[in-house]
């Protein structure tokens, strides 16, 4: 069965809303504890992560990321079937993949242990949901 292309960028855009939503109110929670190890590693470094072409950045990735999540979804949907537990296997992919490379951050200095252990569990959260409902959308094209 074919893969269907306009659900996986509807589901996928979805999904990248998803993501952004939780990442702007982790953000948000975040900020002061995320800009102060910052700069502690290189000062300023917070504002210059914080410029508005940096912040248009990350919302594309978030939607890049999105269609990706569940792109990679209609991809094993086939081999795992459809529904909530099959999303979930890219989500973990995708958690396990951007925990790597954090931790680079993390062994850098550029963040404490207990802030990337903070964004790891919100990370999870984050793909879970985001996947789940990005995977409610998709569905396969009807064979004709």
Known sequence: MAMNVKK???G???AGVVI????FISNYALAARMNAETDAF???LSASMSTTSALVSYIIMDFAL?????W???AIRPRFGPGPRTAAFPAILFWLLAM????????MGMMSPGLWWTLSFIGLVNYL???AVGAKIYSEEAVT
């Open 8 to 10: 996986v960028v509807i």
């Open 12 to 14: 996928g855009l979805v």
């Open 20 to 23: 952004n939503v939780i990442d």
């Open 42 to 44: 290189k000062p300023g």
């Open 66 to 70: 999105g269609i990706a999540l569940i």
């Open 72 to 74: 990679t979804y209609a």
């Open 100 to 107: 790597i490379y954090y931790a680079g951050y993390r062994m």
């Open 129 to 131: 949901v985001a996947s």
